[in-house]
């Protein structure tokens, strides 16, 4: 989810967008730019306001003339859905789609398909825009009841990628709790960068006005550079508020896995010797600053936890392999920032949580369907498994 808890208060202007009364344009062909970047903005539930916010910041926020293509499907509540081309000068619609469902892995392979063919660029940035829910998944529409898994959204990359033989480079979550091992892990073979948070996001979101002016005058920065860059743009736009934000290497991800392979194995092995050290580390690792969510996401930050059972297993290959896994970690998140210390958030935030309930009883089956490639493939699962049975 995104977090609206902090604006509960704040009075909200009605906003009438400048395009809301345009008419789809004919297309004709662009000529090849650095970026594409495309936002799926699902403002189809209680977000509906603060999309058209967003959505203005980032026509703002382009400068005149920039050598960028800006690419926006938008859905509100209640209203027909429309692909919007976006510049500083002018709002051009696309596409008049009516009502679709932005939960459908179609929609986001449609809207994908659409963008990679019509503005062909050097580099692809998908944002997705919405309410999320860590391995849950994000882009929940009220209006179909249904909502994007991790599973759901790789298949639609997939999708879009054979259909267009060209690649997204950057996947990025403006939505809570996303930034998972478990969501890295299964958008590992679509893209090279995933950014998201540990954490809630507020519902203002993303700083659109910066990032878009950023890219404007940065038109042919990397991916690396701009996702940094977006991380740390993100932070300091929350002086008043506890937010983190990560951006995760995907190219070295098949390595981290291994590493979190052989750490789960051994504990798993060790279980009746490690039964209490990984309790009392699961406790002190978790995301307690999750507000509004009654308890229901039991998300650990994965490093500190390897660090808390590393501090208890001095001279075991328990050690060892912890600290490999954490050297991992250190590789696989190239760029994060946090708030410091508010209330009851510890200031060490490391980049990434992983799904660990207390125990069976908080424990949601669809974790098995919702990351599929990630429960097939790695040996974290039946580690949980064996630390209930053993409980």
């Not at 604006?7 to 090849?32: D, E, G, K, R």
């Not at 594409?36 to 400068?63: E, K, R």
């Not at 580099?123 to 759901?152: A, I, M, Q």
């Not at 995760?248 to 039964?275: C, H, K, P, R």
Request: charged fraction near 15%; charge should be negative.
């Amino acid at each position: 989810m995104k977090s609206q808890h902090a604006y509960i208060a704040i009075s909200i202007v009605i906003i009438t967008l400048a395009f809301s009364q345009c008419t789809p344009t004919a297309f004709a062909s662009n000529p090849q730019k650095s970026w594409t970047f495309m936002v799926y903005l699902d403002a189809d539930n209680s977000l509906d306001m603060f999309g058209p916010i967003n959505f203005n910041q980032i026509s703002d926020g382009l400068t005149s003339g920039a050598n960028v293509n800006v690419i926006v499907l938008m859905d509100r509540l209640n209203q027909p859905a429309y692909t919007y081309e976006v510049t500083h000068e002018e709002v051009k619609m696309v596409q008049s789609l009516g009502e679709v469902d932005m939960g459908d892995p179609e929609t986001l392979a449609s809207f994908l398909t659409f963008a990679i063919e019509n503005y062909p660029t050097t580099y692809f940035f998908l944002d997705l825009w919405d309410h999320g829910g860590g391995y849950r998944g994000v882009c929940w529409d009220e209006s179909s009841d249904n909502n994007l898994s991790p599973h759901n959204v790789e298949t639609a990359i997939a999708t879009a990628e054979s259909n267009t033989g060209k690649q997204v480079q950057v996947v990025g979550f403006d939505a809570c709790l996303m930034g998972m091992v478990e969501i890295c892990y299964e958008l590992k073979d679509v893209t090279n960068i995933v950014v998201g948070s540990e954490m809630l996001v507020p519902g203002y979101g993303w700083p659109y006005m910066q990032l878009m002016t950023y890219l404007s005058d940065n038109p042919t920065v990397n991916p690396h550079a701009f996702s940094a860059e977006l991380v740390e743009e993100y932070v300091a736009y929350y002086p008043k508020y506890a937010v983190q934000l990560s951006a995760i290497d995907e190219e070295v991800i098949s390595d981290f896995a291994g590493s979190l392979n052989n750490f789960a194995e051994a504990l798993e092995a060790q279980i009746s010797t490690y039964q209490k050290i990984i309790t009392g580390a699961r406790s002190k690792a978790q995301q307690k600053f999750i507000l509004g969510t009654a308890g229901s996401y039991f998300y650990i930050d994965l490093y500190k936890f390897a660090h808390l059972v590393d501090e208890r297993s001095c001279g075991t290959n328990i050690e060892t392999l912890s600290l490999d896994l954490m050297n991992e970690l250190d590789a696989v998140v190239f760029a994060e920032a946090h708030s410091p210390r508010q209330g009851n958030l510890d200031t060490k935030q490391f980049g990434l949580t992983i799904n660990f309930p207390p125990n069976i009883n908080k424990y949601y089956a669809s974790y098995e369907t919702d990351v599929p490639c990630f429960i097939e493939e790695t040996s974290w699962l039946p580690f949980l498994m064996t630390y209930y049975s053993s409980m």
